[in-house]
């Protein structure tokens, strides 16, 4: 006699996102376009506060996909037509126009306030269907055959659920702890610090150019420059803790004194009123090992992230959820979990994605690649290339592939003392530890 099949288990839900912030929310919504049974579980009350403003064209089209995009271009939020990049004292600057890519239809994209933008993606999700437990934490994942249990905790008291998979994206905590999890691969940058706040009055550019994210490079470190709404604008200071301890003050007075050694910055910030708190930020550069298992994938912060100078973190984190929904509905519709191949091309792509990123953070920080990246000229369309990156196109096709070497290839030699490009002077930075600190 044959022995019957043993029953195929019967889950609560298709899949359960931990984390309603963009990744979550855009995961969801694409889920359950697929008409997937979805519980999206975010530990926090929506609208909320949560820095990374700043939006890349390159995410539009899978905003556009999940459905939100006409939401957000009814918001009424600032549109994002480019960059523009200043050394401290000003004299170096540099502009980046998406629209002068390599890739078409990357025009623009929007400064965004992350409370409103998140509560608007995550309200999509629910309106498609997805149900959506807010102040609510998942405290333990435990594989079980074919799936996940994920023990939950809220107002409502504790609760158990089982999903056939789980999405973390649930950000830099890692809310569910696993062995795997906390294997990172090694750093290819030091521990990096923010100190930001949102402020009245300061200063912008104007027509196109007063949407753009202004960064200004310091000796050690950048400030990023957000206008959000037409009153308030984002700005923060980004540098190493050991800058900071090296500084010998506490993060919101270097904040201002690196300010003041800026003259660029004393132009922006005259007059200005910060009108929040101060808020911090550790700990930018990290990625997992692995990003998944069977019936796990990481998105976005919770698989890793690099640092907030190309303002990739909200592309990262969608493009990481489209991905991994598009796997996950194909197994479940074959009834399977994910193939070792699977993983390894999710894992591939969203590290090959953030790896183009790093090599141009790189760049940025040292300061003989930066004076290549100021200066980079149109010939061989190799100005088109770095634009379409800052863009957030990170996927490396041939006419991107070999321009973006040969500018890897020129910053190579400008480290070695062949001068392509002419020097940047910084003035002075409260960053050099070298220097003395001027007066707050």
Same mark, same amino acid.
């Given at each position: ?6 029953? *195929? ?15 979550? !929310?855009? +995961? ?19 609208? =909320? ?12 089209? /899978? ?21 523009? $990049? ?25 400064? &965004?306030?992350?409370?409103? $933008? ?12 997805? #149900? ?8 333990? *994942?435990?594989? /079980?055959?074919?799936? @996940? ?20 994206? !649930? ?28 402020? =009245? ?14 960064? &200004? ?23 190493? +803790?050991?800058?900071?301890?090296? +500084?010998? *003050?506490?993060?919101?007075?270097? $904040? ?17 009123? *910060?009108?929040?708190?101060?808020? /911090? ?8 090992? #692995? ?18 100078? $190309?303002?990739?973190? %909200? ?56 004076? &290549? ?12 290339? /770095? ?7 990170? =996927? ?10 040969? @500018? ?9 003392? &062949?001068? %392509?490009?002419?020097? %940047? ?16």
């Amino acid at each position: 006699m044959v022995a019957a099949a043993a029953p *195929a288990p019967v889950f609560d839900y298709d899949i359960v996102v931990i984390g309603g912030g963009p990744g979550g !929310s855009t +995961a969801a919504a694409l889920a359950r376009q697929r008409q997937l049974r979805v519980l999206v579980i975010e530990k926090e009350k929506f609208p =909320r506060f949560h820095i990374g403003e700043s939006l890349l064209p390159m995410g539009n089209a /899978i905003l556009r996909e999940s459905g939100v995009w006409p939401k957000i271009e009814a918001m009424g939020a600032v549109r994002k037509y480019g960059a523009l $990049f200043f050394s401290a004292n000003g004299v170096a600057e540099k502009e980046i126009v998406f629209a002068d890519g390599l890739v078409p239809g990357l025009d623009y994209t929007y400064q &965004v306030e992350r409370a409103h $933008f998140d509560q608007l993606l995550l309200t999509h999700a629910r309106e498609l269907g997805a #149900e959506v437990r807010e102040e609510t934490r998942a405290t333990a *994942a435990d594989a /079980i055959p074919g799936g @996940f249990r994920i023990q939950l905790s809220g107002a409502e008291g504790e609760r158990t659920v089982t999903a056939a998979f789980v999405l973390d994206a !649930s950000g830099r905590e890692n809310l569910v702890k696993t062995a795997q999890q906390r294997t990172l691969d090694p750093s290819p940058f030091p521990k990096r610090f923010a100190v930001y706040s949102h402020f =009245r009055g300061v200063r912008r550019p104007t027509g196109r150019a007063a949407g753009h994210t202004i960064a &200004v490079r310091l000796d050690n470190g950048w400030f990023w420059v957000i206008p959000i709404t037409p009153e308030i604008t984002s700005v923060g200071l980004v540098t190493t +803790a050991e800058a900071i301890r090296r +500084a010998g *003050a506490r993060p919101e007075e270097v $904040f201002a004194q690196a300010v003041a050694a800026s003259s660029k910055l004393r132009e922006l910030m005259d007059g200005t009123t *910060a009108i929040m708190p101060y808020h /911090i930020t550790n700990d930018y550069s990290y990625f997992r090992r #692995e990003l998944g298992t069977d019936r796990l994938l990481r998105v976005g912060d919770a698989g890793g992230f690099f640092d907030p100078i $190309f303002s990739s973190g %909200v592309y990262m984190t969608i493009s990481g959820a489209k991905l991994a929904v598009e796997l996950v509905s194909r197994a479940l519709a074959e009834k399977r979990g994910l193939t070792s191949a699977e993983l390894s091309r999710y894992t591939h792509t969203v590290k090959g994605h953030a790896g183009t990123f790093q090599k141009l953070i790189a760049a940025f920080y040292d300061n003989d690649s930066f004076a &290549v990246f100021m200066s980079s000229g149109k010939r061989w369309g190799i100005e088109k290339a /770095i634009v379409s990156v800052v863009g957030g196109h990170a =996927r490396q096709t041939w006419p991107m592939w070999w321009r973006f070497k040969v @500018f890897l290839a020129v910053c190579w030699l400008q480290r070695r003392g &062949v001068h %392509v490009a002419p020097p %940047v002077d910084y003035q002075t930075s409260v960053l050099n530890p070298h220097r003395a600190l001027p007066a707050a």
